[in-house]
T-cell receptor, first 114, second 109 residues
Framework: KAGVTQTPRYLIKTRGQQVTLSCSPISGHRSVSWYQQTPGQGLQFLFEYFSETQRNKGNFPGRFSGRQFSNSRSEMNVSTLELGDSALYLC?????????????FGQGTRLTVV | KNEVEQSPQNLTAQEGEFITINCSYSVGISALHWLQQHPGGGIVSLFMLSSGKKKHGRLIATINIQEKHSSLHITASHPRDSAVYICAVDGGSQGNLIFGKGTKLSVKP
C-alpha cells in the first residue's frame, strides 16, 4: 500500500511569491491534515480537510489556504511569502471518519523563502 | 504554558540503556500519539493509545488518563533509535493534533 506522498520535497521561493504544495493520501483515507514545523515553534496544525471540506483550521493568517479534491488529494497554498514561512510542511492522512484514528505522515516539503 | 509538555528536551544514552520519555498534557483528549522523526523530516507514527499500555518490539507506551500523563520507554536502546520523539494529543471533536516540542534522543555506541 503506497504511503503519503508529498511533492515537491524541496522548494526555494522569493519573498512575495506564492507557492502550492501537494499531498496524496493513502488510498481510502478521506482526511488530510497539514502541519508547519519550524525550529522555534515546533509542529503546528494548519488545517484539516475531509471529503473536500475544510473541517478544522489552526491559527494561521489567511495567506495560508488549502483545498481537497474528489480523489482526496490535497493542496495547500501560501501567498505573499514571507521569510518566516520557511519551514518543513508536513501532511498526514487518516481515516478519521469520526473521532480519532492513526495518522500517516508524508516526508514533507521543505520550503525556503529567500 | 504549553498544552503538551515533554521531558527531557534532550537525552543522551549509551547503547543498551533503558530510556524513558515523558509527556504531560492539560487538555481533554480522545487519543495520544507517539511519533518518531529522523533527520530529513519524515515522521513515523509509533503508537496511538487512549488507555493502558501498548508494546511494539523494544518500544512500550503507557498512558494514565486520570493523571494526563504518558511515557514512552525504549528497552535495550540502539544507535538507530537516535531521533526526535514527539508526543501529540488528539482532541477528537476539537479537530487535530497538538504537539509537544519533542525529545531529541542520541544513543551512543
Amino acid at each position: 500500500k503506497a504511503g503519503v506522498t508529498q511533492t515537491p520535497r524541496y522548494l526555494i521561493k522569493t519573498r512575495g511569491q506564492q507557492v502550492t504544495l501537494s499531498c496524496s493520501p493513502i488510498s481510502g483515507h478521506r482526511s488530510v491534515s497539514w502541519y508547519q514545523q519550524t525550529p522555534g515553534q515546533g509542529l503546528q496544525f494548519l488545517f484539516e480537510y475531509f471529503s473536500e471540506t475544510q473541517r478544522n483550521k489552526g491559527n494561521f493568517p489567511g495567506r495560508f489556504s488549502g483545498r481537497q479534491f474528489s480523489n482526496s488529494r490535497s493542496e495547500m497554498n501560501v501567498s505573499t511569502l514571507e521569510l518566516g514561512d520557511s519551514a518543513l510542511y508536513l501532511c498526514a492522512s487518516s481515516l478519521r471518519d469520526r473521532g480519532w484514528s492513526e495518522a500517516f505522515f508524508g516526508q514533507g516539503t521543505r520550503l525556503t523563502v529567500v | 504554558k504549553n498544552e503538551v509538555e515533554q521531558s527531557p528536551q534532550n537525552l543522551t544514552a549509551q547503547e543498551g540503556e533503558f530510556i524513558t520519555i515523558n509527556c504531560s498534557y492539560s487538555v481533554g483528549i480522545s487519543a495520544l500519539h507517539w511519533l518518531q522523526q529522523h533527520p530529513g523530516g519524515g515522521i513515523v507514527s509509533l503508537f496511538m493509545l487512549s488507555s493502558g499500555k501498548k508494546k511494539h518490539g523494544r518500544l512500550i507506551a503507557t498512558i494514565n488518563i486520570q493523571e494526563k500523563h504518558s511515557s514512552l520507554h525504549i528497552t535495550a536502546s540502539h544507535p538507530r533509535d537516535s531521533a526526535v520523539y514527539i508526543c501529540a494529543v488528539d482532541g477528537g471533536s476539537q479537530g487535530n493534533l497538538i504537539f509537544g516540542k519533542g525529545t531529541k534522543l542520541s544513543v551512543k555506541p
